[in-house]
Antibody, heavy 121, light 113 residues
Framework: EVQLVESGGVVVQPGGSLRLSCAASGFTFNDYTMHWVRQAPGRGLEWVSLINWDGSSAYYADSVKGRFTISRDTSKNSLYLQMSSLKTEDTALYYC??????????????WGQGTLVTVSS | DIVMTQSPDSLAVSLGERATINCKSSQSVLHSSNNENYLAWYQQKPGQPPKLLIYRASTRESGVPDRFSGSGSGTDFTLTVSSLQAEDVAVYYCQQYYSTPYTFGQGTKLEIK
């Protein structure tokens, strides 16, 4: 059974930094593209970033480009999101999600429960 | 960026009746190399993460009841729930994975009338 468990969400001040983690199990982690998707309180889903199976390519939403960095560690079966220059509008529940197929990126078939990031002074 | 627009924003349907949600993309998500539409539908119930229902615009994910169906091509897509059940109350999102940044529609809230 696929399991994705996010951690690292806390309350942080504007301008601060934070690293989110996602521990993956139940599948061959280094075969799949992985994603971060966020959801502000009471709002819809916003795709944030993806990293391909071997970490050689990464893509970002315009709203986070230059501030967030996605990475993965296959030895730890873990996905990360380094967040810097945080803004109040980054406040959201951050989900880790697995791509359905490999190597071509498609739909997101497994999701974690999310970790809450609150940016507030 | 591809903009995804869903309609309506909310929908109330009687139990056992049909529910139809529309999704329009600002450009085609039909991939010419394989004739596949790079469009997915997700269901999100309160307090839960999203769940994949449909991919390639019309292929049901394993385990999804056959009352859920997807149709459309190019820029116009539809999610249909053929006979609404109480457990189908949720917010539904379409998403394109044709090009980055992958984008979601704003969501459609489906309720019981």
């Amino acid at each position: 059974e696929v399991q994705l468990v996010e951690s690292g969400g806390v309350v942080v001040q504007p301008g601060g930094s934070l690293r989110l983690s996602c521990a993956a199990s139940g599948f061959t982690f280094n075969d799949y593209t992985m994603h971060w998707v966020r959801q502000a309180p009471g709002r819809g889903l916003e795709w944030v970033s993806l990293i391909n199976w071997d970490g050689s390519s990464a893509y970002y939403a315009d709203s986070v480009k230059g501030r967030f960095t996605i990475s993965r560690d296959t030895s730890k079966n873990s996905l990360y999101l380094q967040m810097s220059s945080l803004k109040t509008e980054d406040t959201a529940l951050y989900y880790c999600a697995k791509d359905r197929t490999t190597p071509v990126s498609t739909a997101l078939d497994s999701w974690g429960q999310g970790t809450l990031v609150t940016v507030s002074s | 960026d591809i903009v995804m627009t869903q309609s309506p924003d909310s929908l109330a349907v009687s139990l056992g009746e049909r529910a139809t949600i529309n999704c329009k993309s600002s450009q085609s998500v039909l991939h010419s190399s394989n004739n596949e539409n790079y469009l997915a539908w997700y269901q999100q119930k309160p307090g839960q993460p999203p769940k994949l229902l449909i991919y390639r615009a019309s292929t049901r994910e394993s385990g999804v009841p056959d009352r859920f169906s997807g149709s459309g091509s190019g820029t116009d897509f539809t999610l249909t729930v053929s006979s609404l059940q109480a457990e189908d109350v949720a917010v539904y999102y379409c998403q394109q994975y044709y090009s980055t940044p992958y984008t979601f529609g704003q969501g459609t809230k489906l309720e019981i009338k």
